[in-house]
């Protein structure tokens, strides 16, 4: 099973990803979506573990589907990421 941390950041490097395709700026999304911009920073750092709420308006916001938001948020490659102690 997918640790939590590694979940949260590779989405966040995922919502980051489809952000910039869209050309948008963390603040242009912020005010897009209706999220706080220090939220979206945290987001992408994978510091936020975010509500199904937050999720769908990152969907709205960026045009795509639940499912294309996850594409490629799999899971961890045995090893990758080690537990701290």
């Given at each position: 099973m997918a640790s939590k941390r590694y979940v949260s950041f590779?989405?966040?490097?995922?919502?980051?990803?489809l952000r910039k395709q869209k050309g948008l700026s963390q603040l242009e999304f912020s005010l897009d979506s209706g999220i706080?911009?220090?939220?979206?920073c945290e987001l992408e750092a994978g510091k936020r573990n975010p509500s199904l709420f937050v999720l769908e308006r990152v969907c709205l916001t960026l045009g795509v589907t639940l499912s294309t938001l996850f594409e490629g948020v799999g899971p961890v490659v045995p090893g990758q990421f080690r537990r701290k102690s």
């Open positions: 590779a989405l966040g490097k995922r919502i980051a990803h706080a911009k220090s939220y979206v």
